[in-house]
């Protein structure tokens, strides 16, 4: 043993590191390298999850904004569909209305006729009557025979004129 150094004292002690560096692996390296793969594998699987959520988020962005470009186009078509009804509605409204005053108008006509018929027919009466008694009247007395002879003979006159 040159200069006091025991090989065999320096293989044990060699061993015994390599034991320990050995045991510190499998007790303490191992299990930290296991959990530090996994959290990375967790933080990686958290990265893609907010990815793939951003781009269905973008998606859905664009497709609203499709949606909110064509929805004045959606709009501007039911106004004119609503409008077009309301036109219809309108006439078709005209319409009954116009039939409804017709009818109330010839039901007013042929009232107002049978009134104006019984009018005149009570009229014609009336004038019948009053003649009657004009005339029983004048005849009675002479002098007046001869004004109504006089009368009657115009009126002849007049007829046969074409007055």
Do not use: C, W
Request: charged content about 35%; hydrophobic content about 40%; overall charge negative.
């Amino acid at each position: 043993m040159p200069l006091g150094i025991d090989i065999t004292q320096i293989l044990l002690h060699l061993f015994n590191v390599v034991l320990l560096f050995g045991g510190l692996y499998i007790l303490l390296f191992a299990p930290v390298k296991k959990f530090m793969a996994k959290r990375e594998e967790y933080y990686k699987n958290m990265d893609d999850e907010a990815k793939s959520t951003l781009s269905e988020a973008e998606e859905k962005k664009e497709l609203y904004e499709t949606k909110l470009a064509n929805i004045d186009e959606e709009i501007a078509i039911n106004r004119k569909q609503a409008a077009e009804e309301l036109i219809e509605y309108r006439e078709k409204m005209a319409e009954q209305f116009r039939m409804e005053s017709e009818a109330m108008m010839d039901q007013a006509k042929e009232e107002a006729e049978a009134q104006r018929k019984q009018i005149v027919d009570s009229a014609k009466d009336d004038v019948k009557n009053m003649i009657t008694e004009a005339t029983g009247k004048i005849l009675s007395d002479d002098s007046q025979s001869k004004l109504l002879d006089v009368f009657l003979d115009e009126a002849e006159r007049s007829v046969a004129n074409g007055k």
